[in-house]
């Protein structure tokens, strides 16, 4: 083709070529094979979860009974046959209206106390044009299931089911989603419809009310004074004579003036009264899964008293350790203590762990983390033994109050010195409370002295 400015332009063009009858059935059959693959896989799928094992068992007996009775013409065969065929035919109509529902789960609290029950409700309406027939809803808690019977719903009808959920241990509960069950008087056919709202319930430690932890300690707003002499600080303790390297703005002048000499002033140091618990979460170190509630009962209530009287503190426990790293791997977990409740919270939590830092060495990093502590609590089981508890004290500093709170059981409640250390044998939880009118005041005396 050529242009009106004299140029040539070429232009192409491919037809392709028409298929061949070979190629066209080819593609048709992958097709079918695909769409009948993808059918089938729903089928089964289906099947799966609507047939029960006596769906199946009445399947195969009207399978058999018409078999037998056709090729051997057995009337007793085909009876039995058809009867199981009528069977699940009538279970049908059972399995429809699951999704005719709208579920919502009411719960007053999301914080029990461990052997506490909780009462709710379930609001349950036919939001579907059509009235549903009886059926089942469950309610998974934890690991159990609360069975709730709906009744016949008329379109646009709801009813409120109340809903009980027994005493429970401590932990962090998932309960729900609920699940509509939809199944025939036979239990034959079955179908589930699930809706997506979970709650959360913080299950937390039944704690004590323990005497102030500020029991046998000075209370200051700003801080508290300790027998260590330092150069500056806020409580005065003497003058002594300068020395090369005090600070000049540390100079008593009138002492100065006095004696004739360079006098400076000399201070206690001042701390803040800063509290741990260190609960251990070895296994081994508890006798029964009891004993281990009841060390985390002791610690939260040490905890939750020491947040109350607005002193600072840190909750520490070990971690899980892979055994493959057990020696060569440190690491310990430090609860937030911002309010009872938050620290409650991460109480919940924990559990006992199989492989984790014997005692000891959580007190070490505990320590390496904040050595500034005045008093500490090391919360344990009855398998603990007194050179564990003795190598746990030393990781604090002499200036240290240690109290072992040891959890057994089987014994009677006392405290008694383990050297430096102070030990309170806790058999139940209302034993604690006057254990610690006499374990920290015995503990803060031992420093100071």
Excluded at 177 to 190: G, K
Excluded at 307 to 327: H, K, N, S, W, Y
Excluded at 379 to 396: D, E, K
Aim: glycine share 8%; with cysteine.
């Amino acid at each position: 083709m050529t242009a009106p400015d004299g140029t040539t332009t070429r232009r192409t063009q491919v037809t392709a070529r028409q298929r061949s009858w070979l190629v066209r059935a080819v593609v048709s059959a992958l097709e079918a094979a695909r769409i009948t693959r993808s059918a089938t896989s729903t089928a089964a799928n289906w099947l799966s979860q609507t047939v029960t094992a006596a769906g199946w068992l009445v399947v195969a007996l009207a399978t058999l009974g018409l078999a037998l009775g056709w090729i051997f013409g057995w009337v007793e065969a085909l009876v039995a046959g058809f009867a199981s065929v009528a069977l699940l035919i009538m279970s049908i109509p059972f399995l429809f209206g699951a999704r005719g529902y709208d579920v919502s789960v009411h719960l007053p609290h999301e914080r029990v106390v461990a052997g506490d029950p909780l009462d709710g409700q379930i609001v349950i309406r036919n939001i579907g044009t059509r009235t549903t027939l009886p059926g089942r809803l469950d309610l998974p808690v934890g690991h159990g299931l609360v069975e709730l019977g709906v009744p016949l719903l008329r379109p646009g009808h709801e009813v409120a089911q109340p809903v009980s959920i027994p005493a429970m241990r401590r932990g962090v509960i998932t309960v729900g989603p609920p699940t509509a069950v939809r199944t025939d008087p036979v239990a034959l056919l079955r179908r589930e419809h699930e809706w997506d709202e979970r709650h959360e319930i913080y299950v937390h430690p039944r704690t004590a009310l323990v005497p102030g932890t500020s029991a046998g300690m000075i209370r200051d707003l700003e801080g508290n004074p300790s027998r260590r002499i330092v150069d500056a600080d806020m409580s005065f303790h003497a003058i002594r004579e300068y020395v090369p390297g005090d600070a000049r703005r540390q100079i008593h002048w009138k002492s100065t003036a006095k004696t004739g000499r360079l006098m400076v002033r000399q201070f206690e140091e001042t701390r803040r009264s800063k509290l741990a618990v260190i609960l251990s979460l070895a296994e081994a170190e508890y006798a029964t899964d009891d004993e281990f509630e009841l060390a985390v009962s002791a610690a939260a209530s040490l905890a939750v008293q020491a947040v109350r009287d607005a002193r600072e503190i840190d909750v520490v426990t070990g971690t899980d350790i892979p055994r493959v790293v057990r020696g060569r791997m440190r690491s310990i977990e430090v609860l937030q203590a911002g309010t009872p409740r938050g620290l409650l919270d991460g109480f919940s939590r924990l559990n006992a762990l199989e492989s984790t830092m014997p005692l000891p060495e959580v007190c070490r990093l505990a320590v390496e983390a904040s050595d500034t502590l005045s008093l500490a609590f090391v919360v344990c089981g009855s398998q603990t033994t007194p050179r564990g508890l003795r190598q746990a004290a030393l990781a604090f500093s002499p200036a240290t109050a240690v109290v072992a709170v040891v959890c057994d059981e089987k014994a009677h409640p006392r405290t008694q010195p383990l050297g430096a250390l102070t030990v309170m044998t806790v058999g139940l939880l209302d034993d604690l409370p006057a254990l610690m009118l006499r374990g920290t005041q015995t503990a803060v005396a031992g420093v100071d002295g």
